[in-house]
């Protein structure tokens, strides 16, 4: 039986029913319609082809159609199947193109790291530099105008974020932290409460920039991380404080500036908010005993805030 040599190498049994359908399309797109004479011709160019006593490449077959066509009357449909063959070979060769970026990219052949917080050479740098491949082709092939596609291509315009072109583009965005961390936010799989300390603070800037990173390509930035971190600092050393209040708290509360002072602590960060700039004369003006409670706060606030800022380096980083 007469075998047919692939492109890729395999061999396989000759099919003259292929012949006949290129053969038909070719008269269909120049007649419009499938005649009888089309259907006779089909019949007859692939006949010849199955009499022949090698074996033949697909480039071979497809000379041998075109040959044969040429010498009938009907050179225009000769044409047609000329046309219709440089496409499909246009085609092939990129399929073929894709398919040698991706494979490239997979088993990290020609590493060029182009974005610094990615290692191409690692899975997550390989799957995500094939899929980029994928998607440049996609956009260059169905998002844009010809013209748009060839001038990329030629180096006459440059279309940044290529692979992104075709889901939108979303590159750098200062996000709202001070929104976030006050009101909460979604993740899709959970809602996430507002930060009550400078410690869940910066895990959820963490978070944040994580899950913004995932939804978009680009530049994350905060324009303002430490004014935004002031409030949940405050809250952390009021929390602090409470703690160091318990070691000197009199179990009668008979002074009524103490029991007032620790009221407003207990129950309303207010205090904090609007009379920080005079802290140290409410505690160190009229009861020295609580400069412990407050030294305490203070220290243990410092210690906080450098280990939630080492954390987030940490998360950020690795």
């Given at each position: 039986?007469?075998?047919?040599?692939?492109r890729?190498?395999?061999?396989v049994?000759?099919d003259?029913?292929?012949?006949?359908?290129?053969?038909l399309?070719a008269?269909?797109?120049?007649?419009g319609?499938?005649?009888?004479?089309?259907?006779?011709?089909?019949?007859?160019?692939?006949?010849?082809?199955?009499?022949?006593?090698k074996?033949l490449?697909v480039?071979?077959?497809?000379d041998?159609?075109?040959?044969?066509?040429?010498a009938?009357n009907?050179?225009?449909?000769a044409?047609?199947?000329?046309?219709?063959?440089?496409?499909?070979?246009?085609?092939r060769e990129k399929?073929l193109?894709?398919?040698?970026?991706?494979?490239?990219?997979?088993?990290a052949?020609?590493?060029q790291?182009?974005?610094?917080n990615v290692?191409?050479?690692?899975?997550?740098?390989?799957?995500?530099?094939?899929?980029?491949a994928?998607m440049?082709?996609y956009?260059?092939?169905?998002?844009?105008?010809e013209?748009?596609?060839n001038?990329?291509?030629n180096?006459?315009?440059?279309?940044h974020d290529?692979?992104?072109?075709?889901?939108?583009?979303h590159?750098?965005?200062?996000l709202?932290?001070?929104?976030?961390?006050?009101?909460?936010?979604?993740?899709?799989?959970?809602?996430?409460r507002?930060?009550?300390?400078?410690?869940?603070?910066f895990?959820?800037?963490?978070v944040?920039?994580?899950?913004?990173?995932?939804?978009?390509?680009g530049?994350?930035?905060?324009t303002?991380?430490d004014?935004?971190?002031?409030?949940?600092?405050?809250?952390?050393?009021?929390?602090?404080?409470?703690?160091?209040?318990?070691?000197?708290?009199?179990e009668?509360?008979?002074?009524?500036?103490?029991?007032?002072?620790?009221d407003?602590?207990?129950?309303?960060?207010?205090?904090?908010?609007?009379?920080?700039?005079?802290?140290?004369?409410?505690?160190?003006?009229?009861?020295?005993?609580?400069?412990?409670?407050?030294?305490?706060a203070?220290?243990?606030?410092?210690k906080?805030?450098?280990?939630?800022?080492e954390?987030m380096?940490?998360?950020?980083?690795?």
């Open positions: 039986m007469l075998q047919v040599l692939k890729d190498g395999r061999k049994n000759f003259k029913n292929k012949i006949k359908i290129a053969v399309k008269f269909e797109d120049v007649d319609e499938e005649t009888q004479y089309a259907k006779e011709k089909s019949r007859a160019i692939a006949n010849y082809v199955e009499t022949l006593e074996n490449t480039e071979e077959i497809q041998i159609v075109e040959e044969r066509l040429m009938s009907r050179k225009d449909v044409r047609s199947y000329i046309i219709y063959r440089n496409d499909r070979n246009r085609e399929n193109q894709i398919m040698k970026d991706i494979s490239e990219k997979i088993s052949k020609n590493v790291n182009q974005n610094a290692d191409e050479k690692s899975f997550g740098g390989r799957t995500g530099e094939a899929t980029s994928v440049k082709k956009a260059l092939d169905n998002c844009m105008s013209m748009a596609r001038n990329h291509l180096n006459e315009i440059y279309i290529l692979d992104s072109y075709a889901v939108g583009q590159n750098c965005l200062s709202p932290f001070d929104k976030l961390l006050s009101n909460g936010f979604n993740t899709r799989q959970t809602d996430v507002p930060a009550n300390s400078v410690n869940t603070a895990q959820l800037v963490a944040i920039f994580q899950l913004q990173s995932l939804q978009q390509f530049g994350v930035s905060a303002h991380l004014w935004t971190m002031v409030p949940y600092v405050r809250k952390s050393f009021i929390k602090h404080w409470k703690d160091g209040m318990t070691y000197i708290e009199s009668t509360c008979d002074d009524e500036h103490f029991c007032k002072m620790n407003l602590i207990s129950n309303d960060n207010s205090w904090f908010l609007e009379e920080h700039p005079s802290i140290d004369d409410k505690i160190y003006g009229n009861h020295g005993e609580w400069a412990s409670a407050y030294d305490y203070y220290d243990m606030t410092r906080e805030i450098q280990q939630a800022v954390g380096y940490h998360n950020l980083r690795y």
